[in-house]
């Protein structure tokens, strides 16, 4: 599914109904023209209208960081994406090592993309939740809409709000737990852990209304995402047992499989595939004018070599620590990092079809591609974001498009159950499950190795590098300061796992405290 659409725009926390717009993935559209007068009885009034109020809380999950119309995305990119991956150390994002506030660990609350991008959006999410779920549960009561949509759509919102809440908590710590529209915009601060315990009530919840799948709208949450956010939350609360259930009821879905070819995760002819558990979704759209939509990914231009573009290079630039960190024989790195004198292993993609190039391979040995800035960009470049032949750079055609972006995938659920049983003590299936993952990466059969948690750690890093979810699990594993240390030999200051909340919202609600910074 394509999601297109403008409903429930603007709404915050406390907000109102003001417009209702659908495009589905036959391309008609659901218009009501009368949004001056448009309640809630209107919108959650039919089967149709219902349907597309709670596409409209999907939406808030490719808006700008600021809820901006004719913006193109960038808090997943800067926000989502930097936090997941910068946070390793194992992407620069075109900072210099010896200054970087990311990369040594001092963001700034006031100027942070992490920061200041990622908490008004999943509120404003939360908000658009809060008022969908009250609005479903009356009209399911009066028989508005029909009750199993109903049960459903209710399914999808909740677990849609658990998302906002683990990236939340796993972002800041503990958040204020917003849970009704008419809760105090000024609480304090919850606890993780209390975060983490009404994401497993509502997602336990979801898992009993939510389809494994869909005949055709393909980016909404399933049983499985619900599952998976729940396997998370037991995970955070180190609730391991319940953890390894959660994961293995995923083996129950009919669709959900690894990928057999590792390269073909991020393909962009693959959207949703029969790995993926969570994707957003965008509009492939390559228009340059200010009146271009919000629902466009800027990520490959952000993300492919300054060399070709001209311009970007800003995010998803990975180490050469990163590239070495890949055994002989792991077929993941060619389908992670490209470094000097490597061919684009894409088969729709030779880096001599750009303009201006005159080689097929990004830059040479020799003469890396650094794009004039060796300080602050390594000569490898990030492959599961440049997917996209189409895409060629700043001041030429083409700087969006619509290669999802995936959030959860079986392959990060099965480290995860290996990680739960380890813990469970349930090596046998620990290692089984490590095996596969492992397995799949060297094409049949990988390289004996018995799970630890460093192992473990260590699989995750290559495993999920360059994607949405890579600093979440490690800092969920309780050995994020020790990886960090194993791996680039810096010393995580006290705390600083966790970023700062933005300076506006301090300034805004007075009983926030920030964390320590």
């Known amino acids: 599914m394509k999601i297109k659409i403008n409903i429930l725009k603007g709404i915050g926390v406390l907000g109102t109904i003001v417009l209702v717009t659908l495009v589905s993935c036959s391309e008609n559209f659901l218009i009501d023209t009368n949004n001056q007068d448009l309640t809630s009885e209107v919108v959650f009034g039919s089967d149709a209208t219902a349907l597309a109020a709670v596409t409209g809380v999907y939406d808030?999950?490719?808006?700008?960081?600021?809820?901006?119309?004719?913006?193109?995305?960038?808090?997943?990119?800067?926000?989502?994406?930097?936090?997941?991956?910068?946070?390793?150390?194992?992407?620069?994002?075109?900072?210099?090592?010896?200054?970087?506030?990311?990369?040594?660990?001092?963001?700034?609350?006031?100027?942070?993309?992490?920061?200041?991008?990622?908490?008004?959006?999943?509120?404003?999410?939360?908000?658009?939740?809060?008022?969908?779920?009250?609005?479903?549960?009356?009209?399911?009561?009066?028989?508005?809409?029909?009750?199993?949509?109903?049960?459903?759509?209710?399914g999808e919102v909740l677990v849609l709000r658990c998302i906002s809440y683990q990236y939340l908590a796993e972002v800041y710590g503990g958040v204020p737990l917003m849970l009704s529209s008419t809760d105090d915009p000024f609480k304090a601060r919850d606890t993780?852990?209390?975060?983490?315990?009404?994401?497993?009530?509502?997602?336990?919840?979801?898992?009993?209304?939510?389809?494994?799948?869909?005949?055709?709208?393909?980016?909404?949450?399933?049983?499985?995402?619900?599952?998976?956010?729940?396997?998370?939350?037991?995970?955070?609360?180190?609730?391991?047992?319940?953890?390894?259930?959660?994961?293995?009821?995923?083996?129950?879905?009919?669709?959900?499989?690894?990928?057999?070819?590792?390269?073909?995760?991020?393909?962009?002819a693959n959207p949703n595939g029969k790995e993926s558990i969570f994707e957003i979704q965008w509009a492939a759209n390559g228009d340059l004018a200010w009146s271009r939509n919000d629902?466009?990914?800027?990520?490959?231009?952000?993300?492919?070599?300054?060399?070709?573009?001209?311009?970007?290079?800003?995010?998803?630039?990975?180490?050469?620590?990163?590239?070495?960190?890949?055994?002989?024989?792991?077929?993941?790195?060619?389908?992670?990092?490209?470094?000097?004198?490597?061919?684009?292993?894409?088969?729709?993609?030779?880096?001599?079809?750009?303009?201006?190039?005159?080689?097929?391979?990004?830059?040479?040995?020799?003469?890396?591609?650094?794009?004039?800035?060796?300080?602050?960009?390594?000569?490898y470049w990030a492959i599961k974001s440049w997917r996209d032949p189409n895409i060629d750079g700043w001041g030429r055609s083409v700087l969006f498009g619509g290669q999802g972006h995936i959030w959860m995938r079986y392959g990060g659920a099965l480290l995860s159950l290996a990680e739960a049983a380890l813990k469970d003590g349930q090596t046998a299936k620990a290692q089984a499950a490590f095996d596969r993952v492992r397995n799949r990466a060297w094409g049949g059969s990988a390289p004996a190795k018995t799970i630890t948690m460093d192992a473990l750690l260590q699989e995750y890093r290559l495993e999920l590098a360059g994607e949405f979810s890579t600093w979440g699990i490690i800092r969920r594993s309780g050995e994020a300061t020790k990886f960090i240390k194993d791996n680039y030999g810096i010393d995580v200051p006290p705390g600083r796992e966790i970023y700062p909340i933005p300076s506006s919202q301090i300034s805004a609600n007075p009983n926030l405290v920030q964390n320590d910074y």
Do not use: C
Request: proline content about 6%.
């Open 295 to 379: 629902e466009v990914n800027i990520l490959q231009l952000f993300a492919m070599p300054t060399d070709i573009t001209g311009g970007g290079g800003f995010t998803g630039i990975p180490t050469k620590e990163l590239y070495d960190a890949f055994e002989p024989g792991d077929t993941r790195r060619a389908a992670t990092v490209i470094g000097p004198g490597e061919e684009h292993p894409d088969p729709l993609i030779d880096i001599i079809d750009y303009d201006g190039v005159d080689i097929n391979t990004a830059g040479t040995v020799a003469e890396p591609w650094t794009g004039g800035s060796p300080e602050t960009r390594s000569g």
């Open 60 to 154: 808030a999950f490719q808006n700008d960081s600021q809820g901006d119309p004719g913006v193109p995305n960038e808090y997943n990119v800067k926000g989502i994406h930097r936090w997941a991956n910068s946070t390793t150390l194992d992407f620069l994002n075109n900072e210099n090592p010896a200054t970087s506030s990311y990369l040594n660990w001092n963001p700034d609350p006031s100027s942070s993309d992490v920061s200041t991008k990622i908490w008004p959006n999943h509120y404003r999410q939360i908000g658009r939740a809060n008022i969908a779920l009250e609005n479903l549960l009356i009209a399911v009561e009066n028989g508005t809409i029909s009750a199993d949509l109903g049960s459903r759509l209710i």
């Open 192 to 268: 993780q852990d209390a975060v983490f315990q009404q994401i497993v009530i509502d997602a336990t919840d979801a898992v009993a209304r939510l389809p494994w799948t869909y005949d055709t709208e393909k980016g909404r949450v399933s049983k499985a995402t619900a599952y998976t956010v729940l396997g998370n939350a037991h995970m955070w609360l180190k609730q391991y047992g319940e953890a390894v259930t959660a994961y293995e009821a995923l083996e129950d879905s009919p669709v959900l499989d690894l990928e057999e070819n590792f390269l073909d995760i991020h393909a962009v």
